[in-house]
C-alpha cells in the first residue's frame, strides 16, 4: 500500500468514523496524514447538503432541520474535535495556572463549562442551520473542509504546549512542504468556491476567522504556552460555527 493512501486512511481514521481498510501506522505512513485531514470534511459536507435536500423535498420544519444539521459532524466523526472543545472550555474557564489547566486538558472528567459550552454549541449551531436555504448548504459544504485545513496549519506552525499528546506526536512525523502546499491549495479551492456561491459574504467570512485566528493564537500562546490536540478541536469546531453565522446571518445583513 502506498504511503498517499496510507497517510489518507489514517487521517479518516483518526478523525472519523467512517469506515476504512487497515493499515500500517508508521512515522513514514503518517507523514501526509494533516495533508489530507481536511478531506475528511468532504463527506461531511455532502450529507449535510444531503440532509438540506431532504428537508426541502419533504417540506421538514427547521426546528429539526437545524437539530439533524448540527449532529451531523459530530456523528460522523465521532464528536473527536467537540471532545476537544469541551476539555478547553473547563480549562480555560477554570481560571487556574498554566499547568493546572494543561492537566485539566488531559482529565478524562467533565466538568460543568464543557457541559455548558456544548449545550450552547449546539443550540446556535442548530439555530444556524435552520435558517439554512439550499443555496446556503452548499456554501456551507466548504468551511468543514476549511476549518480542517486551518486546524493541521495551526497545530503544525504554532509551537506545542506539550510534548507528550498525539498531536505532538503526529506533528513531529509531518512533511512541512507538502502541507504548506496543501494548505494553500485548499484554501485557494474553498476560497473561490464560496466567492462563486456566496459573493461578498465570502469575504465576510474570511475576515471572520482571520479575526478568530489572531484570538486563538494570541490565547493558546498566552494561556495555554502554545498548541495541544484539545486546542485543535477547539478551534475547528469555533471556525465552523464563526464560518456558518459569517454565510447565512452575512445573508441576511448584506
Request: charged content about 10%.
Amino acid at each position: 500500500m502506498s504511503k498517499l493512501l496510507s497517510s489518507l486512511i489514517i487521517a479518516f481514521s483518526t478523525y472519523s468514523r467512517i469506515p476504512m481498510p487497515r493499515t500500517e501506522w508508521t512515522d513514514d505512513n503518517r507523514r501526509l496524514t494533516f495533508c489530507f485531514f481536511p478531506l475528511v470534511g468532504v463527506p461531511i459536507g455532502l450529507v449535510l447538503v444531503g440532509w438540506i435536500m431532504l428537508c426541502a423535498r419533504f417540506s421538514i420544519g427547521p426546528l429539526l432541520k437545524g437539530a439533524i444539521a448540527a449532529a451531523l459532524p459530530l456523528l460522523l466523526t465521532g464528536g473527536i474535535h467537540m471532545d476537544g472543545f469541551m476539555d478547553t472550555c473547563d480549562a480555560i474557564f477554570s481560571w487556574q495556572p498554566r499547568e493546572k489547566r494543561l492537566q485539566i486538558l488531559k482529565d478524562s472528567h467533565v466538568g460543568s463549562f464543557a457541559v455548558l459550552g456544548c449545550v450552547l454549541y449546539l443550540l446556535v449551531m442548530a439555530g444556524l442551520f435552520s435558517e439554512c436555504t439550499m443555496q446556503d448548504a452548499f456554501s456551507l459544504a466548504f468551511i468543514f473542509v476549511l476549518s480542517r485545513a486551518l486546524s493541521a496549519c495551526l497545530s503544525v506552525f504554532l509551537p506545542q504546549a506539550r510534548n507528550d499528546g498525539m498531536l505532538s506526536s503526529l506533528v513531529n512525523t509531518t512533511a512541512i512542504r507538502a502541507l504548506r502546499f496543501s494548505t494553500v491549495l485548499y484554501l485557494v479551492l474553498c476560497f473561490s468556491a464560496l466567492i462563486w456561491l456566496s459573493g461578498i459574504r465570502a469575504a465576510l467570512l474570511a475576515l471572520a476567522l482571520l479575526l478568530f485566528i489572531l484570538y486563538y493564537r494570541h490565547m493558546a500562546l498566552t494561556v495555554f504556552g502554545g498548541v495541544t490536540g484539545d486546542l485543535a478541536g477547539f478551534f475547528l469546531q469555533l471556525a465552523e460555527l464563526i464560518a456558518a453565522a459569517a454565510l447565512i446571518l452575512g445573508g441576511k445583513i448584506i
